[in-house]
């Protein structure tokens, strides 16, 4: 549902119990550069479907919603441009639609000037879904 890319970041971010989303992937993020952290209202409130909401416990979308299961660190490896990967293992029950599914993924954070970029990686398709930081 989901998809991840990540730089090492101080340990005080990342910092969390074993079943929490780590600190520095938590707040409000967009699939667009320049949105308001105010435009996330809820699930099913927002004017935006492009707009999530990441919790200790939760990624929280539009009409759907993730429970965190188990966090891991993933294997830090080189990608094929030489670059450090270390993102990190998330396994959800996610449930939107009438539809429950268990879902695993990857995700890591790179930082730009003008936004932090997380990348979600779903383990099982590929597929992968980037969001903003939403300010």
């Known amino acids: 549902m989901r998809a991840a890319i990540a730089t090492v970041l101080s340990f005080a971010t990342w910092t969390a119990a074993a079943s929490e989303i780590p600190l520095g ?3 409000v993020w967009g699939t667009y550069t320049s949105c308001p952290a105010s435009a996330w209202r809820g699930v099913g409130q927002n004017d935006d479907d492009r707009v999530v909401q990441i919790t200790a416990k939760s990624f929280l979308a ?3 919603g993730c429970d965190v299961r188990s966090v891991k660190a993933a294997k830090i490896f ?3 441009w030489g670059k450090i990967i270390s ?3 998330l396994t959800f029950t996610c449930s939107g639609e009438g539809l429950t599914e268990r879902v695993r993924e990857l995700w890591d954070i ?4 003008e936004s ?3 990348s979600v990686q779903d ?3 590929r597929k992968i879904t980037t969001y903003y930081r939403c300010k």
């Open 25 to 27: 992937f938590r707040g």
């Open 62 to 64: 539009f009409e759907s």
């Open 78 to 80: 080189r990608n094929q």
């Open 87 to 89: 993102p990190t293992e």
């Open 110 to 113: 790179n930082s730009t000037i």
């Open 116 to 118: 932090d970029i997380l």
């Open 123 to 125: 383990a099982k398709t």
